[in-house]
């Protein structure tokens, strides 16, 4: 609260932003590197905008380098007018409601990993003032290995550097009977989809079920972060089922509403608006009152959120990192069972999980063993936020391309020396020793190599914090890099001048490679539409059998009787591609709202 409170001092003042702004480009306490550097015709492509993505293009912008960050999750367009004319009012012109503002999905799990108690339009504050940089570009929708890879980085664009800061990956399995059965989902799916399809807002269209009572296994901060979002979105889920099927009752008969769903699906939906009744009258008593309404003994009542760990509240990560969320997910209503390990998950008549068993553990001597008591505890929701495993997909899809450690889990990691020839890769223990490189090494121009930060590496992962404090420490290791040959660097105006004019050249391949645009849209069927996207950079890639996720901005979706017609991320197989024109074909078959919008997109 002290950090939010000296920034936030700032930022409230008339043309506060402003003053914070020039503060990330000089820092009069910063001796070595008081104000920022001019371009220096070197350029770093940053893989993932999430905290040491963000963080790390923050610092080489400042040493001078052209920076381009990538991130495969959607950013939405932001307003121009903020890059190009002063804010004077940054808590009327930025702030925005929390239920209400744009996901703009920037910032990776500073966006849809963090609980609503910590502010995330200062994502918007973060955004702006790098993007006013002139030596900054971020893109999104663009998957590291897929639409672009090392090759095209190095060799058609000319990057000098590649900096690998893509978080976490796959999440860990946990080892309990009929871990896939419907109702039991990954913690990181579960809020990246919250946030992302902006499901916790009363304006999205988008539909994320979830039903109680739900329990939460895990005791790091991912399990707090997922059970308070599931216990604050809850009220909300039903409040809009019960509003929606009202209106769809009354323009077209509560007979015809119910016809459309199974047996299964009819429980659910009288299970929803019996709650959202409730939550209404709750709203109501309220609002005649003047209160706040208080929805956690209702949320309670209907079985509530449970967090279930295998070791005491005490020796939980989410306790030891940060005690002070586990006493406010307490106050916020959530319930912690300690000391079960899940065994199996029990299936109702419909193969939807309805309870899981556990088996309770005890401390001999320090180590926890099972006890043999067996626990059931009703569950409706599952999230499993057993930990992840770093993101070193690339290697995975292209085997060869890196070394990893010795359990197979992070990239090796080196340091690096100077030598005549280019930097010399020294293999070092990455939890001990700084090395922020990775074994790649470019066969003709060896001074190109691949650094990594935050989850990615071992001494980083874990928290937000770490993963800012790997980009911190590490970009000077990168900078060292070409220090030799910045030290020579030309500074004259007509120099400079040269330079900026090729960094601009970049940026308009980049621009027209990047950035994907609807070409056409054609109706096959009645219930079948072709949308030919121009999208130079995936069409070149296109393999058959590759995904494509087709979504449109929520920025510039319009707002129709209080519905934003955004649509959640759509999975397309490619139909055709022709990588001259750079077009690519994918074909829709019309099944629910965020489908039919496809015939709309312009």
Known sequence: QIETGALTDVLWLPWGFEIYSLLTRWNPLNVRRPMALPYNGKNVLIVGLGPAGYTLAHYLANEGFGVVAIDALKIEPIDKQWLRQPIRDAHTTLWEELDERILAGFGGVSEYGITVRWDKNFLKVIRIALERKNNIRVYGGVRFGGTLTIEDAFDKLGFDHIAIATGAGTPTLVRMKNNLIRGIRKASDFLMALQLTGAGKQSAMANLQVRLPALVIGGGLTAIDTATELFAYYPLQVGKTLSRYETLSSEIGETTVRSGYDKEELIILDEFLDHGRAIRAERERAASIG????????????????????????????????????????????????????????????????????????????????????????????????????????????????????????????????????????????????????????????????????????RYAGNVVKAMASAKDGYQHVARLFTRELMQLDRSSEAQAARDSQWSKLLHTLDDGLLAVVSQINRLTPTIIEVVIRAPFASQHFEPGQFFRLQNFEANAPLIDGTRLTMEGIALTGAWTDPERGLLSLIVLELGGSSRLVAELK
């Open 291 to 458: 209160e706040k309404p208080n929805f956690i003994p209702l949320v309670r009542s209907w079985g509530g959120v449970t967090i279930a760990y295998r070791k005491s509240i005490a020796d939980a990560p989410a306790y030891r990192l940060n005690h002070e969320e586990v006493i406010k997910a307490f106050e916020e209503g959530i319930a912690y069972a300690e000391s079960l390990s899940p065994v199996e998950a029990i299936a109702d008549e419909f193969g939807h999980v309805k309870s899981l068993i556990f088996e309770k553990q005890i401390n001999e001597d320090g180590r926890w063993k099972d006890s043999g008591t067996v626990i059931e505890l009703a569950a409706r929701s599952v999230m499993v936020a057993a930990g992840t495993s770093p993101n070193v997909i690339y290697e995975k899809e292209h085997p060869g391309t890196f070394k990893l450690d010795k359990y197979g889990q992070f990239f090796q990691s080196f340091a690096v020396s100077a030598a005549d020839a280019g930097p010399e890769l020294i293999e070092v223990d990455g939890n001990r020793e700084l090395g922020f490189f990775t074994s790649y090494q470019h066969p003709a121009s060896r001074e190109k190599v691949i650094s990594f930060y935050g989850d990615n590496h071992p």
